[in-house]
Nanobody
Framework: QVQVVESGGGLVQPGGSLRLSCATS????????WAWYRQAPGKERELVAT???????YYLTSVKGRFTISRDNAKNTVYLQMDSLKTEDTAVYYC???????????WGQGTQVTVSS
């Protein structure tokens, strides 16, 4: 059974940090491209960060320099370190795995991040 499970969300003050985790099982982790998306109330879902074939991951312009995507292949887990959080970062954050050699596409259930004083 395929599982993609995000965790680590919560309520944080502006300027604070959170580390999101996306734990996966039931799949060949390396056969997927992994990315983080987010969706704020009343807005469309947007790509926040993803790995690219080159050395540098892609980041949404508004999070560059504050967010860092990483992965632990041994643990089949993707992370999103979020620093210097702003109120506009408030959203539900989703992990997505899209097949590199197939049309498989998996999403997690999302984790709520609320940045508020």
């Amino acid at each position: 059974q395929v599982q993609v499970v995000e965790s680590g969300g919560g309520l944080v003050q502006p300027g604070g940090s959170l580390r999101l985790s996306c734990a996966t099982s039931g799949i060949i982790f390396s056969s997927f491209n992994w990315a983080w998306y987010r969706q704020a109330p009343g807005k469309e879902r947007e790509l926040v960060a993803t790995f690219t074939p080159g050395d540098s991951p892609y980041y949404l312009t508004s999070v560059k320099g504050r967010f860092t995507i990483s992965r632990d292949n041994a643990k089949n887990t993707v992370y999103l370190q979020m620093d210097s959080l702003k109120t506009e970062d408030t959203a539900v954050y989703y992990c997505r795995g899209s097949g590199r050699f197939s049309d498989l596409d998996y999403w997690g259930q999302g984790t709520q991040v609320t940045v508020s004083s």
